[in-house]
């Protein structure tokens, strides 16, 4: 089984403030994805890295994959109460495999 | 489309007791599956289907039993609950089986339960 550290696992900030998030793991990944899950609901896709060292922007987010695809972060500027919720970080392995591993999740709460 | 719909919502059991979670999606996607999440542990992959007849285990299936006959439908079964099980499931698909790893995942709202 392929392990994804995430780290922090809980994070309680103010509006405005920046913060990242980070994806971390031993093993190479062909693609990894970032969800982000409301109170209650189901994890919905947020973005896909595929490419080492690919660098994509969703409005204030920011995701990178590492270099060596063993790694990701996700950088929120000016985080806002609408970025709480808990982040997700699952990496599907290489060679193709399409069985993601998820990591444990960030838990971020953003304070109005 | 609904996309993935899960049912029921909340389910309350005694241990023992045996129940099936449902789960269908209208989008013609191939790959289906079940994931349980407990606090601080993230989502763990317990059956996998990629296509009608086709299911597969994953890291967590003891105590559960999977089915495909439709390529809408993936019924999750609990043949004797414990507490154990006491957890949020939820169902996902996505279009292919051979592009799943970077296909987006679509998941359905979840089902919370709980065995006594």
């Known amino acids: 089984t392929q392990l994804l550290e995430q780290s922090p696992q809980f994070l309680s900030i103010q509006e405005g403030e920046n913060l990242t998030v980070y994806c971390n793991s031993s093993?190479?990944?062909?693609?990894l994805q970032w969800y982000r899950q409301e109170p209650g609901e189901g994890p919905v896709l947020l973005v896909t890295?595929?490419?080492?060292?690919e660098v994509k922007k969703l409005k204030r987010l920011t995701f990178q994959f590492g270099d060596a695809r063993k790694d990701s972060s996700l950088h929120i500027t000016a985080a806002q109460p609408g970025d709480t919720g808990l982040y997700l970080c699952?990496?599907?392995?290489?060679?193709?495999?399409?069985?993601?591993?998820f990591g444990r999740g960030t838990s971020l709460i953003v304070h109005p | 489309n609904a996309g993935v719909t899960q049912t029921p919502k909340f389910q309350v059991l005694k241990t023992g007791q045996s129940m099936t979670l449902q789960c269908a999606q209208d989008?013609?996607?191939?790959?289906m599956s079940w994931y349980r999440q407990d606090p601080g542990m993230g989502l763990r992959l317990i059956h996998y289907?990629?296509?009608?007849?086709?299911?597969d285990q994953g890291e967590v299936p003891n105590g559960y039993n999977v089915s495909r006959s439709t390529t809408e439908d993936f019924p999750l079964r609990l043949l004797s609950a414990a507490p154990s099980q006491t957890s949020v499931y939820f169902c996902?698909?996505?279009?292919?089986?051979?592009?799943?790893?970077?296909?987006?995942?679509?998941f359905g709202p979840g089902t919370r339960l709980t065995v006594l």
């Open positions: 996902a698909s996505s279009y292919s089986r051979t592009r799943a790893s970077t296909d987006t995942q679509y």
């Open positions: 093993s190479v990944f062909s693609s």
């Open positions: 890295v595929v490419t080492g060292g």
């Open positions: 699952a990496g599907a392995g290489p060679g193709g495999s399409y069985i993601p591993t």
């Open positions: 989008m013609n996607h191939e790959y």
């Open positions: 289907s990629v296509g009608a007849g086709i299911t």
